[in-house]
């Protein structure tokens, strides 16, 4: 039987899927959490195998710091997002940050629970409503020092103020484009710009 923690600030939405989750087969609802605070003492009381995470507990970006703290605090526990906003950016942070599911509010029942037990077997999977950039793993994810150079490259600054802001000669800043090109999969530099918004790399993160 599979241990789960509901994280939503919305009593009724939770009560909803413990519903779902208790009529199927191998889950059980162990605890509810409607904010952090709860979420996190839950997990230390009842030791659950996954936590089903809303993103929006209080505050739009309070989900992710949360899964960084579950991902930090339990390795153990899987945790999978369950929330209404399918953003691409906001889903590779969210993988970013130690979630191994991710699925829209709007999934269906059954992909849900098949979702959710192929991320209790290992696997990383996220809905099929979501779009296909969402599923970029977070091999993609930048160090500081590459998102500070990709900032510098996306702005209106000349390539030579960008470079000595950055101590580095204008060789070397067309050389870390070309990395960063070939390391997000950008065919040109305006398919660099396109991706670095669309996947949020553009945002530190929290």
């Not at 899927?17 to 208790?22: A, G, P």
């Not at 997000?184 to 790399?201: D, Y």
Request: hydrophobic share 45%; proline share 5%; with cysteine.
């Amino acid at each position: 039987m599979h241990r789960i923690l509901l994280i939503d600030d919305h009593a009724i939405v939770r009560e909803g899927f413990r519903r779902l989750l208790e009529e199927a087969d191998g889950f059980e609802v162990v605890a509810e959490a409607g904010n952090p605070t709860e979420a996190l003492a839950a997990a230390r009381r009842h030791s659950p195998d996954l936590a089903l995470v809303d993103l929006s507990l209080g505050t739009e970006s309070s989900g992710l710091v949360l899964l960084m703290q579950l991902h930090e605090t339990f390795p153990a526990m899987r945790c999978v997002v369950l929330s209404m906003h399918d953003d691409p950016g906001l889903v590779v942070r969210a993988l970013e940050r130690g979630a191994q599911g991710y699925f829209s509010k709007a999934v269906a029942a059954e992909e849900l629970l098949g979702g959710l037990r192929r991320v209790l077997a290992g696997e990383r999977v996220l809905s099929s409503d979501l779009s296909p950039t969402s599923a970029t793993p977070p091999a993609s994810t930048l160090t500081a020092r590459e998102r500070e150079t990709l900032r510098g490259l996306l702005s209106n600054l000349p390539p030579k103020v960008v470079a000595a802001a950055l101590g580095i000669s204008d060789k070397t800043l067309y050389r870390h484009r070309a990395n960063l090109m070939e390391k997000l999969g950008a065919r040109h530099p305006g398919e660099l710009a396109h991706i670095a918004r669309e996947r949020g790399l553009l945002v530190d993160p929290d």
